[in-house]
């Protein structure tokens, strides 16, 4: 099977199942595994990747506005690989592709490609994609064992934290103007071990006020900026670093990018990190490499 992916995740899921070489193409954003580096990329972003937190929203909310994509598409490269399966999504209007533009593009396409949109909202629902996937491609097994092995990895964490003091969170799927976080991340806090307090599961993550925040009162903030990676929120937390010095919590800045945006496999690897940050008696504190602790400036 020919398989094209316009999600990082999706491409994450088709890997896990052991069909990495059926990916015939996938997303500029598409970099784990290491290996589906050099595959041919059908996206491009319209942003500028030297761009602050502020000036990528207010880019995005104006091409919003407009009933724009802030990713291109390469269609004839598209037409040109003869996909039998397109997978993307209609979750978020700013994490890939517009739908109707995938859509479009597919139609036009001689060899009729089946088009599949994946639409979790729940670390169960990524679950489901995994097993949906398995029996599009014809892993229906494999894709079982995937997610047993990932079930076990969160019932072990479960175990871990059980009867702990639930410690009260805030995680900013933004920064500048700050968002809430949403969808999959509430539970994937209250499975480590915390109660998320502006957080609201099942439904998009919004811009919210700084007060907001202050007045949650929480323990750990973890700033898990979308598409970002460690990096590069550590460099956009930075003009924003005296607010969170204010604050009476851990700030925490993890790889937003690698994990808690991406709902594919690697979600679980979120609720480790998650519970490492809330619970390090407990459950590993996570590598550096995926997750900072900001030291406040005295």
Not at 191 to 208: F, K, N, P, S
Not at 245 to 259: I, P
């Amino acid at each position: 099977m020919r398989i094209a992916s316009l999600l990082p995740s999706a491409t994450e899921i088709v890997c896990s199942l052991g069909l990495e070489n059926d990916l015939v193409a996938i997303t500029h954003e598409c970099d784990y595994p290491e290996s589906v580096r050099g595959k041919p990329v059908l996206t491009r972003s319209v942003l500028s990747e030297t761009s602050s937190s502020a000036e990528v929203d207010r880019h995005i909310r104006a091409l919003v506005h407009e009933g724009s994509s802030i990713y291109a598409l390469d269609a004839p490269l598209l037409e040109a690989l003869h996909p039998d399966l397109i997978l993307t999504q209609e979750l978020c209007e700013v994490c890939a592709v517009s739908y109707p533009i995938v859509e479009r593009a597919a139609r036009r396409l001689g060899s009729s490609p089946q088009l599949v949109s994946l639409e979790p909202e729940s670390l169960e629902d990524v679950f489901e994609n995994i097993l949906f996937v398995g029996r599009l491609v014809g892993r229906p097994d494999a894709a079982k064992q995937v997610c047993d092995a990932l079930r076990r990895r969160v019932a072990a964490v479960q175990q871990r934290v059980a009867g702990r003091t639930r410690r009260k969170v805030v995680c900013l799927e933004w920064i500048d103007p700050p968002f809430n976080c949403g969808h999959w991340t509430p539970e994937l806090v209250t499975i480590a071990g915390g109660d998320e307090r502006l957080g609201v599961a099942r439904h998009a993550a919004h811009a919210i006020d700084w007060q907001q925040v202050i007045d949650a009162d929480p323990e750990v903030v973890v700033v898990m900026a979308c598409g970002f990676t460690l990096d590069r929120s550590l460099r956009e937390l930075e003009t924003a670093r005296g607010r969170f010095d204010a604050l009476a919590a851990q700030t925490w800045v993890v790889d937003g990018n690698a994990f808690f945006s991406r709902p594919g496999p690697r979600l679980v690897d979120s609720v480790e990190i998650m519970a490492g940050i809330l619970h390090p008696s407990a459950v590993d504190p996570p590598p550096r490499s995926v997750a900072r602790r900001l030291q406040p400036v005295r």
